[in-house]
């Protein structure tokens, strides 16, 4: 029987960890009557008291979470916040048997327990995924796939920054799939633990029995794939997975937070396969799409907040899918605690406190950014030469540093080798103009500006 007062232990010392990484304010307000209430195979279910504080630990504190928990034990995977309402009174004792011995399904929580046959969350769905102008073609390729598994858009790749849903789509894929097609498997990873699963296998000495896991699924779901950057070894054993799946048939759907054409050290022949089918970018939403996506979670919600409100946070937040509702779900919580109407003021502080400032960037950080993603030496922009393979990404570093952060000519000039302002004025207007009739280099200016705002 599990621990208890393991579990206890575990959690105290994680939030030490935590509580070093956050203000006094935040860890006081978000970590408030937050337990671990089991720890089964890797899984840790932490209880919170409602919806808001579940909201923003998995939006917000995700990351310092996992890690904390992570150096403790590392055989811990994954994390469910569990939604139990208690009072000040009622924390659970060391002798509460119920609490020891129970199942997340007990706690009425099955819509969020991860299946472990397949790693899927049944709460990612077609039904509760919005669909906008910058997700419709992505959308509508599930859709066919959906109605004819394997046989078309095989492999789909989708591409896309961090926050902007490309999980919740690719998993509702699996949901749909699992409760449509019962007769196939469906097996839902991030590459990361893909790899982690390859690793283990050959220390175990069972490589075949790895191949014969992963060869047994229907329906292929992988996430992250840009992890696979520099790892040959891992990039080859999906190569020859990607053969068998091929060859009998079986979908294969993958994520990243770039195109493949873009991850950096990847194998050709395995960029090749990605590119063999269909390749789909998730841009950022536009203002009308982050209006509807607040206005949809506000009807969930049954909290009524002005129309006013709504359109400034959709005006204000405009990167993040996720970084929007962590927004909504404070403004929200705020509703609830103190039992009226927000002023806009009110809101606009709260907005202000709670997300993420514009972080300053130098010249150098783009440099580097921008010569990974060419995959091209750093040192190379800088230097007097007029390769091609040079010039258009200096160029691009001089557009987005007038464009994006308003630094002079001279100075851009004078940071990238000494360059007279006359040729930065030049890059930055062919780039201005490129950009209307090139689709193509507008999607990587937007995928760098990504790496750049998330960096």
């Not at 089991?38 to 209880?47: A, L, P, R, T």
């Not at 010569?371 to 007029?386: D, F, G, M, Q, S």
Request: aromatic letters at 10%; one cysteine or more; glycine letters at 4%.
């Amino acid at each position: 029987m599990e621990s208890l007062i393991d579990n206890k232990k575990l959690w105290d010392n994680a939030l030490n960890e935590i509580e070093l990484t956050i203000s006094k304010a935040s860890f006081g307000t978000w970590f408030k009557h937050t337990h671990i209430i089991k720890n089964e195979e890797g899984v840790v279910f932490i209880s919170v008291p409602n919806a808001f504080v579940k909201d923003w630990l998995s939006n917000k504190y995700h990351k310092f979470i996992i890690k904390a928990l992570r150096e403790l034990d590392s055989e811990i995977r994954s994390i469910e916040y569990v939604i139990i309402k208690i009072d000040d009174h009622s924390k659970p004792k060391d002798d509460d048997t119920s609490i020891k011995t129970a199942h997340p399904n007990d706690l009425g929580l099955k819509d969020l327990y991860i299946n472990k046959e397949n790693n899927l969350n049944p709460k990612y769905t077609f039904d509760n995924y919005l669909v906008g102008s910058f997700n419709d073609v992505a959308y509508a390729a599930t859709q066919a796939i959906i109605k004819n598994p394997g046989m078309i858009y095989n492999p789909l790749f989708i591409y896309g920054s961090t926050g902007l849903g490309k999980t919740h789509l690719i998993q509702a894929v699996g949901n749909y799939i699992k409760d449509n097609y019962p007769n196939k498997n469906v097996f839902y990873v991030t590459s990361e633990n893909f790899g982690i699963d390859y690793l283990n296998a050959l220390q175990n000495n069972r490589p075949n029995q790895f191949k014969e896991k992963y060869r047994r699924y229907d329906l292929l779901i992988m996430d992250d794939v840009q992890f696979f950057s520099n790892k040959e070894k891992f990039q080859e054993e999906l190569f020859h997975l990607f053969n068998n799946f091929s060859e009998n048939n079986k979908q294969i759907i993958f994520s990243s937070d770039k195109s493949p054409k873009f991850i950096p050290n990847l194998e050709e022949r395995l960029r090749s396969r990605f590119e063999g089918g269909m390749i789909i970018d998730i841009s950022k939403p536009d203002y009308e799409s982050r209006l509807a996506i607040l206005k949809t979670k506000i009807k969930l919600s049954g909290v009524t907040i002005d129309e006013e409100v709504l359109e400034y946070l959709a005006s204000i937040i405009q990167d993040s899918i996720r970084e929007l509702e962590g927004a909504l779900n404070s403004l929200i919580c705020q509703i609830q605690t103190k039992k009226r109407v927000l002023s806009i003021q009110e809101v606009k502080l709260l907005i202000k406190n709670s997300t993420k400032p514009k972080k300053t960037i130098s010249i150098k950080d783009v440099a580097s950014i921008v010569a990974n993603y060419y995959n091209i030496e750093e040192k190379i922009i800088y230097e007097k030469t007029r390769r091609k393979e040079v010039v258009k990404p200096r160029q691009i570093i001089m557009y987005i540093l007038r464009e994006d952060f308003s630094t002079s000519y001279p100075y851009i000039g004078q940071k990238l080798g000494g360059r007279d302002h006359t040729t930065v004025i030049h890059a930055y207007e062919k780039i201005k103009k490129d950009i209307k009739t090139d689709n193509l280099l507008t999607q990587e200016i937007d995928q760098i500006r990504s790496l750049i705002y998330n960096s």
